[in-house]
């Protein structure tokens, strides 16, 4: 603790690497992954390509994943943020097109009784109601990549594990402890944050 109230400002430099590197791939994933699964959740053969390449690069150890970026885009944060996007699409896709198909049928066929067009339908009906199996995905993709950000600072990332590494490297408890809370701390922050969005989407649906 000592240690942590002397160079909290080393530990807040940090934070805000992991943060910044976390944030922009969950961006960039969901950006990515939002489309796919609504085109995915109406079309069986694009799903399975889908989830069948994102499941595919989720199962490539990170290590070797941040390895294999090198001769690509080389060291830094860019390396980082590729791998941690390629690690959450599998489950934003997958809870994209969970929740888009588990709209009831009875639903959509009132809704375009009602006259409403394709894109009404999408925005009105089956994304409000898809609503809390997207954040419940977003939710575990969020832990994923915070918790995987850690290995980053192999590739000269920075964020909370380069505080992890250089106390081992240095034999540094003090040091080590400070990287690994504070990443535990961040993790069940945002945890905790999404899971009480996905709670009051749920009440909000049930309403």
């Not at 941690?84 to 066929?109: C, E, H, K, T």
Request: with cysteine.
């Amino acid at each position: 603790m000592t240690w942590f109230l002397r160079n909290w400002d080393q530990v807040a430099v940090a934070l805000g690497q992991h943060v910044t590197i976390a944030l922009t791939a969950l961006v960039i994933a969901f950006a990515i992954a939002l489309p796919v699964g609504i085109i995915a959740a109406r079309n069986a053969r694009v799903y399975a390509v889908a989830i069948t390449v994102a499941g595919f690069l989720y199962t490539i150890p990170t290590l070797a994943f941040l390895a294999l970026l090198i001769p690509l885009v080389g060291l830094g944060r860019t390396n980082a943020i590729i791998a941690m996007v390629a690690f959450s699409l599998v489950v934003l896709i997958r809870n994209v097109a969970a929740g888009i198909r588990g709209v009831s049928p009875d639903i959509v066929d009132a809704a375009r009784g009602m006259g409403m067009s394709a894109r009404q339908l999408l925005l009105r009906v089956e994304m409000p109601i898809a609503a809390p199996v997207i954040v419940a995905g977003l939710r575990v993709a969020s832990v994923t990549v915070i918790s995987v950000t850690v290995v980053a600072a192999y590739v000269n990332a920075g964020g909370l594990g380069a505080l992890i590494f250089n106390g081992i490297a240095s034999d540094h408890a003090p040091k080590i402890w400070s990287g690994a809370l504070t990443a535990c701390a961040l993790a069940v922050a945002v945890d905790s944050a999404l899971a009480l969005v996905e709670r009051r989407l749920m009440r909000s649906r049930v309403g």
